[in-house]
């Protein structure tokens, strides 16, 4: 059984700054890419980073240069740095993993979700 556990979220105020993390935890083998998503009200549900075990990043064109995504293999845990908050990136923020288990002498890769974490920014 794998979870992820998302912490940090909250109500901030325009231009402020929140941190997110998402630990892993379980049978785990290994983690590939790991990222962050969001859906506000009445919306999809969007990419926001992703980043591979070897560190490479990836960013919705709209959170460059105020989000970063890192994450600490060793704890297996992902971060959110999010700095000069809008209005519009009000939502709930899910992290997502590529997880590695093991059984029957094989590998097996499945995607897992977090419970969500609500990121109000208010004007």
């Known amino acids: 059984q794998v979870h992820l556990v998302e912490s940090g979220g909250g109500l901030v105020q325009a231009g402020g700054s929140l941190r997110l993390s998402c630990a892993v935890s379980?049978?785990?083998?290994?983690?590939?890419?790991m990222g962050w998503y969001r859906q506000a009200p009445g919306k999809q549900r969007e990419l926001v980073a992703a980043i591979t075990s070897g560190g490479s990043t990836n960013y919705a064109d709209s959170m460059k240069g105020r989000f970063t995504i890192s994450r600490d293999n060793a704890k297996n845990t992902v971060y959110l740095q999010m700095n000069s908050l809008k209005p519009e990136d009000t939502a709930v923020y899910y992290c997502n993993a590529g997880v590695v288990t093991t059984g029957w002498g094989r590998r097996y890769e499945n995607t897992y979700w977090g419970q969500g974490t609500q990121v109000t920014v208010s004007s």
């Open positions: 379980g049978s785990i083998f290994s983690i590939n890419a």
